[in-house]
């Protein structure tokens, strides 16, 4: 009897840390969905022509980003407004606002607005300026509490990195240029 409760004990005790140590589900396509959209435009944000996150020296040199994103779809009917929010601390990080259109399977993203932010007692403090009057200023700052109030995802930077065919990006400050003008340019 004491023979089969030792065995007993040694089947049950590994099996049952095997399944504590696995993930415990694997994640929604909804969640799925959401990450792959945060690596689009974390891609976005690192690879197009301009290095959006290098006036950050925390976020030039960082290996892992913590981003949140939030979509507003009510405010311009028919745009898909994404809101996302680099951090480089819990209070204090850069804030983007992107237009996405779908084309064909393909996602573009647009950086229409972005800018620096600390978050403290009084609010929102933009370090430098944003593109806008005072009502895309609260526009963008309600956005940005609304993120800072939700879980954001960590990311590596080496998926940012990675060449993505599904995104194309553009910029207020400088446009894509259709890959078969691309030639007659030179």
Not at 27 to 49: D, F, Q, Y
Not at 67 to 87: E, M, N, S, W
Not at 147 to 172: D, F, G, V
Request: proline share 4%; charged share 25%; hydrophobic share 35%.
């Amino acid at each position: 009897m004491k023979v089969s409760l030792i065995a007993l004990i040694f089947l049950v005790v590994p099996s049952s840390h095997a399944q504590s140590s696995q993930p415990t589900e694997a994640p929604t396509r909804a969640e799925s969905r959401r990450i792959r959209e945060i690596i689009e435009v974390t891609h976005c944000l690192k690879v197009g022509e301009i290095d959006w996150l290098g006036d950050s020296a925390v976020l030039e040199k960082a290996k892992i980003l913590q981003v949140g994103l939030r979509h507003d779809r009510t405010t311009y009917p028919g745009k898909d407004v994404i809101f996302a929010v680099v951090l480089e601390t819990p209070a204090k990080g850069d804030v983007f606002e992107l237009t996405r259109e779908n084309r064909q399977g393909v996602r573009s993203y647009r950086i229409e607005n972005n800018g620096s932010f600390t978050l403290g007692a009084k609010g929102v403090k933009w370090r430098g300026e944003i593109l806008g009057g005072i009502w895309t200023h609260e526009y963008i700052e309600r956005n940005v509490r609304k993120l800072l109030k939700r879980r954001s995802i960590t990311i590596s930077i080496r998926a940012a990195l990675r060449p993505n065919p599904q995104a194309t990006c553009s910029s207020y400050a400088s446009e894509t240029i259709p890959e078969s003008k691309v030639g007659s340019l030179k």
